[in-house]
């Protein structure tokens, strides 16, 4: 008779990880809980790494405020995925988890005339060092770990009582120019973007309430920051790629870390996309099921019309750095983007490691290949399921005829 979850964790009581993971999820957060919780008190002091966090609970009345860790110091990698390459699983939850949460519920309108907590927010957010920053909570903050498939975690949260700056904060002008000019948010992100800055910052500032026109700003949650600014900047991206001459040949890219294989394979072929997940047995959400199931979303030569509800938010991490590979290289072609995450990611992190691991994998360039047998074969030797699996699954290659969507598109 199969066990019950509840009846595993009973028998295995960590020891015997009869759930498939390399480690237990429970054990694992008594072991954070007993770093963080020493650390706490009503009133902290530390350098927030220019970061807040902004729910969407009660939208339009939510609860927002910086994160900051009890750390005086450099802390600007607890907060930008950008240098997170290379660390381990175990030490990005390790700092992450040290960032506590503060909460003001407010509604998400203020921006358009902040009062002056909501200034100092926007002024941590928009400072590109760590702000030495001063909070004081109602209570002492609990533990209770964020976990989202869309942003990093963060550790224990508590309702704010008082907000105050223990220095300046350093703005770039890149950043006040946007932020003083009366921009559309789109426009405001590709003019951050076009001038070098990350991706990570430029969703915070899209969350803090910092872009769009004056009387339009609001505050975004953060999930929905991550998502709009990856789309916003991939669609623009897609205007230039859709214009380019195809490749004449398949391409294949791709690279690990932190428990997920990311895989990107190109076509010849005029603009397409597909992005194909694949949660190998005994991983955080492949459930009971033995057998892994590939779940997919797509869009055509002409984009999508709707949300892409089967992947989400990882969707459209994969479509940046895809369309940005494209337009440096000045062409066109159909791209299918596959994601297997291993048992080894125990902990959700966020939708920014589909960013960054594809960026490497781009980054270290394509291997070619003449027929698309070739390149399968050559998936075959990093994939854990075989990558036909993954080509017969996906809805680009098996559309009926290649022929027929051309002839639609043109």
Known sequence: MQMSKGERCAICKGNKLLCGRPLCPILERVRIRSKVMPKLSKDIFGSSPSSIFVGSWNYPKVYMGPLVPPII????????????????????????????????????????????????????????????????????????????????????????????????PHIPN????????????????????????????????????????QKNRKFVPTRWSITATDDIL?????????????????????????????????????????????????????????????????????????????????????????????????????????MEVQPSYHTPIGVWRVRTILEDALERGPKKFDTLDEAIADLDGFLTLPARRYIDRSQLLNFTSRQKVLDEWF
């Open 73 to 168: 110091g450099d802390t600007s990698d607890m907060d930008r995925p950008e240098s997170w390459h290379g660390r381990q699983l175990e030490e990005i939850i390790d700092f992450r988890t040290s960032l506590i949460r503060s909460k003001d519920q407010l509604d998400v309108k203020v921006a358009r005339d902040p009062i002056r907590r909501v200034m100092l927010m926007q002024d941590i957010v928009m400072s590109d060092r760590p702000v030495d920053t001063e909070l004081s909570f109602e209570k002492k903050p609990r533990f209770g770990m964020k976990l989202s498939e869309f942003s990093a975690p963060h550790g224990p949260s508590e309702i704010l009582r008082k907000l105050d700056l223990a220095q300046n």
């Open 174 to 213: 890149s950043i006040d120019k946007v932020h003083n000019d009366d921009l559309l948010a789109t426009e405001g992100i590709k003019t951050l973007y076009d001038r070098g800055v990350d991706v990570s910052h430029i969703s915070k500032l899209l969350s803090a309430g910092i872009l769009g026109e």
């Open 234 to 338: 991939s669609k623009d991206l897609m205007r230039s790629v859709r214009q380019r001459p195809q490749i004449s040949e398949h391409m294949v890219f791709h690279h690990e870390e932190i428990g997920n294989k990311l895989a990107a394979l190109f076509i010849p072929g005029v603009w397409s996309y597909e992005f194909l997940e694949c949660w190998l047995p005994g991983s955080l959400f492949s459930g009971e099921d033995i057998n892994p199931s590939i779940i997919s979303d797509w869009e055509y030569f002409t984009g999508r019309k709707k949300y892409a509800d089967v992947i989400t938010g990882a969707y459209y991490a994969g479509r940046l750095p895809v369309t940005r590979y494209l337009d440096n290289i000045k062409r066109q072609a159909m791209a299918l983007v596959i």
